[in-house]
């Protein structure tokens, strides 16, 4: 048998231990022949394919970024209100003539829809979620997220010093697009004393309260925690308008932090390596049993398959009442 | 309300969080007065108690350790036949004239059979599950287990440069009393050749196959992770054993390194700062709820608790059909 | 024999550790009293001043941020054309009442041009350059700057997955103010394509052909590390503006990662604790052999000292015959 | 122009980094083409000689161990009283045949020896120290030195933790051989009270006092850093014999950790980097200049080179008036 492998979209620490639970099991378990697409589904219109060797997966375990390449290329992406019918058969035609009976489309909500999509044209496909924004519909985590998580906390961890060495409020922007998760669970594990989500309204005097509060029980300084997805005005950036803010509002010299790229870069987590080999693993499971046109997920400590089209279109977002927003509150965090 | 608080048994990453996350959702939310009890068990025998006040509990998140401290004290252990009946007196009227209406325990396995007994002499007892080893029986997870996986996967990651420069057998001993949880998950993830648990019999003419089976492809060297708790002969301690047996048996050159203590020390990682935070919190929500002698715990991602005397007496082992160890063989590692 | 001791200016690793490397110093082996003076030369005019115990001084060697607090108070400034000396005059008799016979001042170019003043009225001064930035005149190294470039080039070495994986050029901005020692030598130890620093003119022209250079090379994305006090136009912060030229000029997707506050805070590395460590000691040395206003430095390996007046006002900047750059243009990397 | 470059003797964190600077320098400067020799001097033996190219050097820079391969083999080794002169003329037949016109060694104290006897028989050489034990003679530091103190002082950061909470004496072994050098900087970086290096007698007596004087300043535990070189009785290894002792001593649980393989891998720290792509740089500029049979040297803070006779036979051990030394006694530290 043989199949195809690619990774579309923003990258994210531990795509490549993925391609590695893929291949080897594929390979060394079920004799199956394996082939990376290169750059995402730009990959499949070039035709860009190779076949991936015993050789070609060494040292994927603990490497950032994904050897295969990306790219946001969107086959199905309507110009004006149709699709670009060539580009969709040149895809169909390459896919058939390479032979391949299952395409593995590793990659966040964007990849979800191409990849139901690309079922709909009758090809077979095994999806496998990886954001470190952990907003894909379906699965309790994607690989990527414990990673970036460490990352936000580990900087916060730093900023602490500097806010209480200069009494200073201290504002980290972390990544997340429009979902808090990453901002919930850094500035839970940071110690943030405010934390800022899309999916909670947030009140700029209760933050300033919550900041006056603190110096007079002895705190003159704070850490605040936001997610580049909160709504701000006037365009601004979250760090920099609730920077502004703060300091109109409570006088305190404030200072921001957009932490950046650095968090989807680097080496996965142990956590995210595991989960990435579990996936890739049960992805290749899927395809011997040809339980086609699923996307891996985890429920609690399993690892299970949900159909893609049950996925496609929706987002993961932060429930108001999740665990860790309302521990936070009795101890006395303020979340807007 | 007044409750005390105390940590018992072995040391590990999270211990400060989870008597933050207790005593600010008691303080901060309820009003509770949280007494701090010193060195475990003994605490109580010695009335080494006082107060925690905010100011205790500042910057405990990330500190490793325990600022309560702890001791291998088991009051409820049989001196011949028979339990020492003034030990266990001293502690209740400590416990009476502090007016102490909850004991918090945090602790493994031995600490959870004193607090079931300690719950059976009338006081209410809420314990939760710390251990390194991930061991206890009734949740999922213990916060400690991912901090040790990362220290011991991040040791194994470094033994790859020099096993592949030399073109040795590197052995690498990691901790977990009789199971096998961490050596199985960080050598997974550190990508281990070879992985060895107490839970699974192993054969050195196999292990040694599969030494002699990389050198053909290629790969004339290998990592092997072992747990302490594994089977080895003239009480040799286990990576020493494996060693030896290896170099006798393929003839490579052969090296063993024990992790050792550097596993429990340190700044929990994210996750186990949150998942400390969590168990925390719920441990003071049953007290609000009088749901006593209980312990704390994981159920996939939702924290709960189970009846004390269920979990007492009891050891959580790796299951022959654990999930990472059929996708690790289904890649080609050796489990024996 | 008492002192007082001050941290002033921006906070930076390993100050905590000269802290302690001064007073244990002083304690330990010459039974000197050593009081600790908040948030700077603040301090000085607010007395607040307090004695430093063993107990004061448990933890620090690995501590970020000043226990002692800092300011950017300057007490020598000029409104206008006169200094304030009633303000002079209340630190006088604060530091006569306490009867100190020296004080010893740790921060950056800022602090060593108040503290040369504050000699100039008699004061007993010996100061220690702490800076991230590395531009003290008159020391090899100052502390934190270590520190700084292993924050940064880890953040580069991230950068790598990103810049590679999406065929991007990715530009980094980090600290050093009209210094390029921590671009340098992070974007060096980084492995930057492109490093921009103050000290030498650049020409984005020139920049673009190496990138595209590089493409024809295969390889299509490229490290840009770039200081923040590099010159730019219409006062756009540095990794914006290079971004933005880099794009204008080759047509490359370009991102612009600012690195901010997480290069001053959180654990010293080894080599500043024990460069702080030993500056602290070298410190008290000078005080017990009345050897004041000075300033302790670093010469190859010994730690020595200079007289604070040749330091005050100057600025260490890169040279242009700097060794790493010679190497780097060798190597075939753009400076600019 | 031709020339051949090898690594021999233990792995070390930067001798890729060493790799790439030579090899950039040379190929893209000075238009020479750098073979890569195989497992150090058996490369030379077995002909194992391959040309680098750009894209061999891709990603060396922050990886650990070395892409070359290492061996112990000694070429000019004594069988009983003579050398192996077959040994010898196949290796200058093939240096000969490959037309080499110097070969570059990177290695420790034994590589130096060799490469100063292969220079004896008219063979050009360059030869770069490369230790984490930091004893190779006519050299300040050595890259892989820096590396190794970071890890073992992260270690006895983690050691803190349990030390306190289970008032404990932790004794930990670091690497160094004969030398102390790993041991005095990770030891005063990560705070240890008892530090021993082989430099330095110890007598039992005073370390147990050490201990009980902490006992009594309200510090029941203690931090020993113990070189793997010291003095032992009965071939016992330096860490447990300690800690036998020391409980015997003072009757305090002691644990003892062996920190072993992983101080010599992984990436890197960017002081090593740098250091390491200066040796290589400078090593390539001396064979330009035709100033062959000298070794590399870091001198303050200048790269230079002395000839290699001058270091060949010689260790590079711990001075009894080391600064470090002389400033922990003053901090109270115990030295033996």
Not at 133 to 143: A, L
Not at 196 to 220: A, S, V
Not at 238 to 244: E, F, G, L, M, V
Not at 285 to 293: A, T, W
Request: proline fraction near 2%.
């Amino acid at each position: 048998m043989k199949i195809g492998i690619l990774t579309s979209g923003g990258d994210c620490p531990g795509i490549n231990a993925t391609i590695r639970g893929v291949c080897k099991t594929a390979i060394n378990n079920y004799g199956i022949e394996v082939y990376g697409i290169h750059s995402g589904f730009r990959g499949l219109l070039d035709n860009e394919i190779e076949l991936l060797t015993d050789k070609s997966l060494s040292g994927l375990l603990n490497m950032g970024g994904t050897i295969l390449g990306t790219s946001r290329e969107k086959p199905f992406k309507k110009k004006g209100s149709t699709v670009d019918e060539d580009k969709v058969n040149t895809m169909l035609s390459n896919i058939e003539k390479a032979n391949l009976e299952c395409i593995v489309c590793i990659g966040g909500n964007g990849t979800q829809k191409t990849a139901a999509k690309l079922a709909e044209t009758g090809v077979n496909v095994i999806s496998i979620p990886k954001t470190i924004d952990n907003n894909v519909w379906g699965t309790d985590v994607s690989f990527g997220f414990d990673s970036a998580v460490t990352i936000a906390t580990d900087a916060i961890d730093r900023l602490h010093s500097t806010a209480s060495s200069h009494q200073r409020v201290m504002v980290i922007e972390v990544m997340g697009h429009k979902a808090g998760w990453i901002a919930l669970y850094s500035g839970m594990a940071g110690g943030g004393d405010i934390i800022l989500i899309p999916e909670l309204e947030y009140d700029i005097h209760n933050i300033g309260n919550t900041i006056m509060n603190r110096l007079k029980r002895g705190k003159p300084y704070s850490i605040v925690v936001v997610a580049e997805g909160i709504k701000t005005e006037n365009n601004m950036k979250a760090a920099q308008y609730i920077a502004n803010e703060i300091e109109y509002e409570t006088g305190f010299e404030t200072r921001e932090t957009v932490l950046g790229y650095i968090q989807r870069g680097g080496s996965p987590t142990a956590f995210d390596r595991n989960l990435a080999t579990r996936m890739g693993g049960h992805a290749t499971e899927l395809i011997i049993n040809k339980q086609f046109n699923r996307m891996v997920s985890l429920n609690g400590s399993d690892i299970s398959s949900i159909p893609l089209h049950e996925v496609a279109g929706k987002l993961r977002l932060v429930p108001q009442d999740n665990d860790l927003i309302i521990q936070g509150r009795k101890m006395g965090i303020c979340f807007g």
